[in-house]
């Protein structure tokens, strides 16, 4: 059975699957990859281990340090085609703030990076078997276009920036479910909560804060709809 190891990071987390293969989820703001190495370390395991380096979405504190760490070892990488256009631009192109202290937020997430074309587009997968792992991959947008969720066998959800835990990127009230600063489609993101609320996760891991419970999410998003 597969586990998750978060790997938080300046602004975001980052995961690692272990199981039958091991797996990255997301890798972080521009210039993280050393800490990524030693996070991987502490699990006794190195880049060359890593069957695949998987992104939730492209946003730069997601995908930053991908070149850095593909260039020290060729591991192959995958992300939805709906944010391909920030992996080949290195920029996250324009952001949908929500509100005024999201707008205060921006210039602090907005960073260039190094651009990266995907060896794999998570639109033509629906699991990771072809990667070693029982998991399955589901388009989940409304943050961005191409956000995506990972279900394991273990109960778990990686659920990158669909919500975000308490408050200032969740170093308050990790495991209080909300809104994320930015959303670029309410409607879609709406679907989307639906969508991870009606696979019953047992934890549910997100990019800023958390993790959440099934009925955190759930009683949260009855407050809110």
């Not at 990071?9 to 989820?25: C, D, H, K, M, R």
């Not at 260039?71 to 256009?85: E, I, Q």
């Not at 709406?190 to 991870?196: K, V």
């Amino acid at each position: 059975m597969s586990r998750v190891h978060r790997i938080p990071l300046s602004i975001s987390n980052a995961y690692l699957i272990e199981g039958a293969a091991n797996i990255l989820v997301d890798t972080g703001s521009p210039g993280e990859g050393k800490k990524i190495i030693k996070a991987l370390e502490r699990q006794g395991l190195q880049l060359s281990d890593l069957s695949l380096i998987l992104h939730t979405h492209g946003h730069s504190d997601h995908y930053g340090s991908t070149h850095e760490l593909v260039k020290l070892h060729p591991v192959p990488t995958m992300l939805h085609s709906g944010d391909l256009h920030m992996a080949l631009s290195g920029s996250n192109g324009p952001i949908a703030t929500t509100t005024f202290f999201s707008r205060l937020l921006r210039p602090l997430v907005d960073k260039p990076f190094q651009p990266h074309k995907p060896e794999h587009l998570a639109d033509n997968f629906s699991d990771l078997s072809e990667f070693g792992l029982n998991a399955m991959l589901h388009h989940t947008p409304g943050h961005s276009e191409g956000s995506i969720s990972i279900t394991l066998d273990s109960g778990d959800i990686i659920m990158g920036d669909i919500l975000m835990g308490g408050m200032m990127g969740g170093a308050f009230l990790p495991t209080r479910p909300g809104y994320h600063y930015f959303i670029e489609d309410r409607e879609k993101l709406h679907r989307s909560i639906e969508t991870i609320l009606q696979l019953r996760g047992d934890r549910y891991w997100v990019g800023h804060g958390g993790p959440f419970t099934y009925s955190a999410i759930a009683r949260w998003y009855e407050k809110v709809i």
